[in-house]
């Protein structure tokens, strides 16, 4: 079996393809070099990306107002500061239209508002990090599955060559000895 390995010719891609794969494996490469402790990896130095200050409280705005227990809250002071305002009665420093109740809340969502779109926008930059380097994985599998789906093609028709030889050699021995036998 390995003489038969030994012969195989080169499976070989188109070279655009060729040359993706290569590209393919050395990202790969060099990906894994950045995982692996530092005794190990090369001595490039490894990106890491540091919040900003500015990010983190995005962050921080959107996780909080973007939470039920945010949502319970605020409607819970809503509702007392109704409730405070309309009980009071006459001389309440918000009265029935709200209109400060109204000016928070507009003043709230005045600034609330970008630092909730810069959290998403940052979260979509890494999302379309991920999906690319998802797309690099099927890609180097879709031509590595490729590669192989060649090398076993050209074994079976080598075994189909070598099992065709066996069975015309056999044949022509059995015909040998059927001579021999006949005469």
Same mark, same amino acid.
């Given at each position: 079996m390995t003489d038969t390995l030994q012969t195989l010719p080169k499976v070989a891609l188109s070279s655009d393809d060729a040359h993706q794969l290569e590209l393919l494996r050395a990202h790969r490469r060099a990906h894994r070099q950045k995982k692996l402790p530092k005794a190990q990896a090369l001595p490039e130095p490894i990106e890491v990306v540091e919040l900003t200050r500015g990010q983190k409280m995005a962050d921080l705005v959107a996780a909080t107002m973007g939470s039920w227990r945010f949502i319970m809250v605020q409607s819970v002071a809503i509702g007392i500061w109704i409730t405070f305002n309309v009980v009071t009665g006459v001389g309440t420093w918000d009265p029935?239209?709200?209109?400060?109740?109204?000016?928070?809340?507009?003043?709230?969502?005045?600034?609330?508002?970008?630092?909730?779109?810069?959290?998403? %926008?940052?979260?979509?930059?890494?999302?379309?990090?991920?999906?690319? %380097?998802?797309?690099?994985?099927?890609?180097?599998?879709?031509?590595?599955?490729?590669?192989?789906?060649?090398?076993?093609?050209?074994l079976k028709e080598q075994e189909l060559l070598a099992l065709t030889q066996a069975v015309k050699d056999l044949t022509a021995q059995v015909q040998a000895l059927s001579q021999r036998a006949s005469s």
């Open positions: 029935y239209p709200f209109i400060l109740l109204n000016l928070l809340l507009s003043f709230q969502a005045a600034y609330t508002a970008p630092a909730i779109m810069m959290s998403q %926008n940052r979260q979509s930059e890494l999302d379309r990090r991920h999906a690319q %380097n998802d797309y690099e994985i099927n890609v180097k599998a879709e031509l590595e599955i490729e590669l192989l789906h060649e090398k076993i093609d050209i």
